[in-house]
């Protein structure tokens, strides 16, 4: 029997694609109350990316260079909106708890009489 090698981009790809699975099916299993820390790990792992995408970028050279720095732009801009996001649920979901501050109490007239 012979032993045929997998091709290295489909071996990435078939990869890519259960990490796909497997994220989906851990970000919807958790509950509510972990989900401002898990937040917090995701704005975390984003601004790894953007300092990856950054070095990607300035580091591309040569003639296929473009697609580095295409690739690199890309990450950070992605990568960028996906912190803000984060920050913005974050924040709204803090919002959920804070006490909410009641209108002082009309003053009653004094009768006049």
Do not use: Q
């Not at 091709?7 to 299993?29: E, H, K, M, N, Q």
């Not at 697609?67 to 979901?93: D, P, Q």
């Amino acid at each position: 029997m012979e032993h045929v090698p997998v091709d290295p981009t489909i071996f990435r790809l078939a990869i890519f694609v259960l990490a796909i699975f497997v994220g989906y099916y851990v970000v919807w299993s958790v509950t509510p109350a972990l989900h401002t820390p898990l937040m917090a790990v995701t704005n975390a792992i984003s601004s790894v990316i953007v300092v990856g995408g950054l070095i990607a970028a300035a580091a591309a050279s040569g003639d296929d260079g473009w697609i580095a720095k295409g690739a690199g732009v890309a990450a950070v801009t992605l990568a960028s909106v996906n912190i803000f996001g984060g920050f913005m649920v974050t924040r709204r979901m803090l919002a959920m708890y804070r006490k909410k501050e009641r209108p002082p109490a009309p003053a009653k007239a004094a009768d006049a009489g």
